[in-house]
């Protein structure tokens, strides 16, 4: 399945590029009644994340955005965070004080976590290989990767925001929101999992929202241990 990647994302047209960066910033902050529900639904992937949390815990949120998940977190020793659109950025809460700002994965320099975890992310990488192998060799001994990742390629998914951020974008832009999310999830459910039983040994899918099958749920929760090395060195290079 490597050989199919680096993606390339699909352009978007002109008009999808006027409002682009004003439509995922909002997205992103929950700002507007439809991106407000969503964020609220995105919530259960924050706490399936954050509930495996030990106090003292050493943590790098990869893509973190807007820094939504931190309130999430209570007693890191560390909190890193890696986030190229500086925008989401600038759009920070004031409480929240990460260790260390990375723009891409790959900055972050030779270290251990005992986490690394992402929350609607995966589905977004080019490079997603690369990049899980990455997440992977900064982990400590027994450390745990953790996704939450929308069900990308399922109905129910699909229906979800068709039914609302789809709606409000028609409303608000007159354009179709399918060309926004052909240009920003290039990878599907079904591939993020199997990237990641790819690249480490031990991966569950712990739990689905709201129905716990195929085809009924909006995200899932996938945590994972012990990186298979020589994948790791491989797509590492």
């Known amino acids: 399945m490597f050989e199919k990647y680096p993606k390339q994302r699909p352009a978007l047209p002109p008009a999808y590029e006027a409002v682009y960066v004003q439509h995922y910033t909002d997205n992103r902050a929950g ?20 509930k495996r949390g030990k106090p003292g815990d050493a943590v790098l949120d990869f893509g973190a955005g807007n820094l939504n998940h931190y309130h999430w977190e209570t007693g890191c020793s560390q909190y890193d965070v890696v986030e190229p659109f500086a ?47 990455r997440c992977a060799s900064l982990l400590k001994p027994g450390g745990l990767f953790q996704a939450g990742i929308p069900c ?71 945590e994972a241990t012990n990186p298979r090395p020589e994948v790791v060195a491989a797509l590492l290079g």
């Open 87 to 133: 925008q989401l950025l600038a759009d920070a809460p004031a409480a929240a004080k990460p260790s260390h700002v990375y723009k891409f994965v790959h900055d972050v320099p030779g270290g251990a976590y005992d986490r690394v975890f992402s929350v609607a992310v995966l589905e977004h990488l080019e490079g997603l290989p690369r990049d899980v192998a």
């Open 152 to 222: 990308e390629g399922e109905l129910a998914s699909k229906l979800g925001y068709m039914l609302s951020t789809g709606l409000a974008f028609r409303r608000k832009y007159g354009l179709d929101y399918g060309v926004i999310m052909r240009h920003e999830h290039v990878n599907t459910y079904a591939r993020i999992v199997a990237v990641v039983r790819a690249t480490l040994t031990d991966v569950r899918v712990v739990s689905r929202f709201p129905l716990p099958v195929p085809h009924g749920s909006f995200y899932a929760y996938v």
């Open 31 to 50: 700002r507007g009644g439809a991106n407000s529900m969503a964020q609220r639904a995105e919530g259960w992937m924050h706490r399936q994340v954050a």
